[in-house]
């Protein structure tokens, strides 16, 4: 806000929110890497009693971790796209404003 005034530079928030889309899908992609790698390794803890008592605090924890990670890549998924929806938005909604000052002669 400046004194009263809203303004956007929707060119810089349209390019930011689609290298936020991007930072997105790369997280996505990456994060399914790890979580490939993430069962391999886990499929080497083994099944004895020392791997048991490990994973009554290991299992629940990563699932935790991974249910929670798994809601990033989409999460910057949807900012992306409110940023450039914003910017559109902005863009019409200032042109139609411009119209109608037009029209009453201001």
């Known amino acids: 806000m400046n004194g009263g005034l809203l303004a956007m530079e929707t060119g810089s928030v349209d390019a930011a929110s689609r290298r936020l889309g991007q930072t997105g899908e790369q997280l996505a992609a990456d994060w399914n890497a790890a979580k490939a790698a993430i069962a391999g390794a886990d499929a080497s803890i083994g099944t004895g009693r020392l791997a048991a008592a490990f994973r009554r605090t290991y299992d629940p924890a990563g699932r935790q971790v991974q249910a929670n990670a798994d809601t990033f890549p989409p ?7 409110a940023g450039s929806i914003s910017a559109g938005a902005y863009t019409d ?14």
């Open 75 to 81: 999460r910057l998924a949807d900012l992306a796209r």
């Open 93 to 106: 909604a200032n042109g139609t404003a411009a119209a109608v000052i037009d029209q009453v002669g201001g």
